[in-house]
């Protein structure tokens, strides 16, 4: 335990001393909030304490799910409003961007008409600009129709929207081209992209698998056969589209509920290679740079962020990068929660690559 601790303060250590040099990188780090959620959810931490535990460990920008943590969003009250003004202004953060969601699927018998989605996301569209924000990500499969007659309160408002590119719903899904094509229409500065780095995946997440096994029962016979479209330099969502369907011989080892989840589940995870966002780099607007397990040696088990943000670095990428920690979904009963120390050691990662690329001394 006490190696664990050294481990912790010296990654605590590193951030604080490589914070001034990183102010003048063109590639800059920012924490999603939405990766201390269970700290929050389950009160162990006030967003104040979010905000100071970040300040502490000298994280610069923050991305934020108004809907977790602002109540009666998108019209927080004055109270709420004057509190995220005093926690921003004490604390020294930057807001970079707000992450929002389209409910059309509000209503139990329909779903909103084109008018109500477009005046819903007015409304986020305010509440950005109100909070200092001038991005929104807006979640995977909003529909494209709503870009242009939102356009005009963007500009007004000055709030850029960018469509999240998902693991599991990227490039090649047709709600996401259709939006892809419309952006390219009307080539605007205030609609782009926001990548989410699951779709480079090397390796399926060991959590994940743990979880599965562990805690649900998948027989390891299932978790190997996963893993080994991953060390072929595949992944399972382009396996399954492939055979239409589970391939045959994955289709014999599935017997139990616990290994039908596991296999579905390990969709959402792909292996794309970098070039794929080659087309696309004029439109990206913002990174979630996925996390489900930094190890001890200081690197993520699935991705590798040297190799990431080494193409970003040679694309001349401008803009923020955010630790998205989801390792937390995948915590076994009875073990700690570590999401203070994931996200504090993936920001470590991320700093020194940086860095490394800068040609600044690494401590």
Request: one cysteine or more; a negative charge.
């Amino acid at each position: 335990m006490a190696s664990y601790d050294k481990y912790v303060s010296d990654i605590i250590y590193q951030n604080k001393k490589m914070k001034g040099d990183l102010l003048m990188s063109k590639i800059k780090t920012c924490v999603s909030l939405y990766s201390l959620q269970d700290e929050y959810l389950n009160k162990r931490m006030s967003l104040e304490d979010i905000f100071k535990f970040l300040a502490e460990n000298e994280v610069e920008g923050i991305e934020i799910i108004p809907d977790q943590m602002l109540h009666n969003t998108p019209h927080p009250s004055e109270e709420t409003l004057a509190e995220w003004d005093r926690l921003v202004s004490t604390y020294k953060m930057k807001p970079v961007i707000a992450d929002v969601f389209l409910n059309t699927n509000l209503y139990k018998n329909r779903e909103l008409t084109k008018k109500e989605c477009v005046d819903l996301l007015i409304e986020e569209i305010k509440l950005a600009n109100r909070l200092g924000i001038k991005l929104i990500r807006l979640v995977s499969m909003v529909p494209a129709f709503v870009i242009e007659p939102l356009l005009s309160y963007a500009e007004k408002y000055n709030v850029t929207l960018a469509l999240e590119i998902h693991a599991g719903l990227s490039f090649d899904v047709p709600k996401t081209q259709e939006f892809i094509n419309e952006m390219k229409r009307l080539n605007s500065p205030y609609v782009g992209l926001v990548i989410d780095t699951g779709i480079f995946c090397r390796k399926l997440p060991r959590v994940m698998a743990d979880y599965c096994k562990q805690h649900l029962g998948t027989k390891q016979e299932v978790i190997d056969y996963i893993n080994n479209i991953f060390a072929q330099g595949k992944d399972p969502r382009k396996v399954i589209l492939e055979h239409g369907g589970f391939p045959a011989d994955l289709k014999k080892l599935l017997i139990s509920e616990a290994d039908h989840f596991f296999a579905h589940f390990s969709d959402g995870y792909e292996n794309e290679p970098y070039s794929v966002l080659d087309e696309y780099i004029p439109y990206i607007k913002h990174f979630h740079f996925k996390l489900f397990e930094m190890t001890e040696t200081g690197e993520e088990y699935s991705m590798d962020y040297k190799g990431i943000l080494q193409y970003l670095y040679e694309k001349g990428y401008v803009g923020y990068v955010s630790t998205e920690y989801e390792g937390n979904r995948w915590v076994l009963p009875g073990h700690p929660m570590v999401e203070k120390e994931q996200v504090l050691a993936h920001q470590a990662l991320i700093r020194n690559v940086i860095k490394e690329l800068e040609g600044q001394e690494v401590y």
